[in-house]
């Protein structure tokens, strides 16, 4: 294995972190995640819009990791639960920025797949992403799973700024995918 | 036919469809990680209701979030919305409700204005 999860897990944690978490990703835990950072939020009396524009982004992105979670078989991190495994970290960077990072297994064969419709967009203007939502929206072969991209469509419009991204080697059927997105 | 009356939670909005006053209205967060569970019955009552439609159907959205996978669903009530509308001397109007510099509401409520050929009334309230 060419990652270190842990080391790269603690890295990921830079600025004033709000939320960090590595393991199962469950409804339950998506909901209590949700409530635990709008409190906080709340509590350091962010703009309306910041929160809104915070709370939106952070829904798709844990709904993503959840639906589209991939566990290589026998993997274990020594967390007690690592069905549906993922790693997430909230935190503020400064005054007016924000940054969310994820971090999941990704199947090789759906990695170009994925890799392309992250370029995608952040090829495109807001104009562009809006057309392209507009279309992907008023598919019918849509999955039910908020599948299309759609998330990630949505994620580029409402924060404007560009997805930076790796993909790392870890066997011959797994990559592990970071993503971090900064809101401001 | 019977009314829809949903209790609103943390991710799923409160819900009533009326028929007898021709009122539809969904209200709150809109964020369940299964949307068409949650969707699929108020999109079947949409089909039955056209055919004992009111002369007019008023649609009144007021959603604080809503999730993408909520949006194809949405899209889905508008569609029938949009099938009720189509019908003679049926009319339907859709209210679509967004706080005030909540662009990205506002925003949203034009997409589905541009998709669908429905009347559309942007309505600003005091957050």
């Given amino acids: 294995m060419s990652i270190n999860l842990q080391t790269w897990y603690e890295q990921m944690q830079v600025g004033n972190v709000i939320l960090a ?17 709008e409190e906080k939020l709340d509590s350091d009396n962010e703009s309306l819009k910041v929160k809104r524009r915070i709370y939106n982004v952070l829904v798709e992105v844990l709904q993503n990791l ?14 007690q639960n690592t069905d549906k495994y993922g790693l997430f970290v909230f935190s ?37 992403l809006k057309d392209l939502y507009k279309l992907v929206l008023n598919n019918d072969e849509f999955s039910s799973k908020g599948g299309g991209g759609l998330g ?33 | ?10 991710k799923t909005p409160t819900v009533v469809f009326n028929a007898e006053s021709g009122k539809i209205e969904i ?17 079947d009552w949409l089909d039955s209701y056209a055919e004992t439609a009111k002369g007019l159907t008023e649609v009144n959205i007021q959603l604080e979030y809503f999730n993408t996978s909520s949006s194809k669903c949405i899209l889905d009530v508008f569609k029938k919305l949009e099938n009720v509308h189509k019908r003679e001397s049926k009319e339907v109007i859709i209210n679509w409700y967004y706080e005030e510099d909540d662009e990205d509401m506002l925003e949203a409520g034009e997409d589905y204005q541009s998709i669908l050929k429905i009347p559309f009334k942007m309505i600003e309230i005091e957050s």
């Fill in chain 1, 21 to 37: 978490y590595k393991g199962s990703i469950s409804s339950d835990l998506i909901s209590n995640s949700l409530n635990q950072i």
């Fill in chain 1, 92 to 128: 503020k960077l400064n005054n007016t920025t924000f940054k969310i990072s994820t971090g999941n297994f990704v199947k090789t064969k759906d990695y170009q797949m994925l890799k392309d419709r992250l370029d995608q967009i952040n090829y495109l203007t807001q104009d562009e």
């Fill in chain 2, 27 to 43: 209200k709150g967060r809109s964020i369940p990680e299964n949307s068409i569970e949650f969707y699929k019955p108020l999109v």
């Fill in chain 1, 66 to 79: 959840y639906h589209h979670l991939e566990i290589p078989p026998g993997f274990n991190d020594g967390s």
């Fill in chain 1, 152 to 184: 990630f469509i949505d994620i580029a419009r409402k924060t404007g700024n560009k997805y930076e991204y790796k993909f790392v080697d870890y066997d011959n059927k797994y990559y592990f995918f970071c993503l971090d997105i900064t809101v401001n």
């Fill in chain 2, 1 to 10: 036919m019977d009314s829809i009356n949903i209790e609103g939670t943390s």
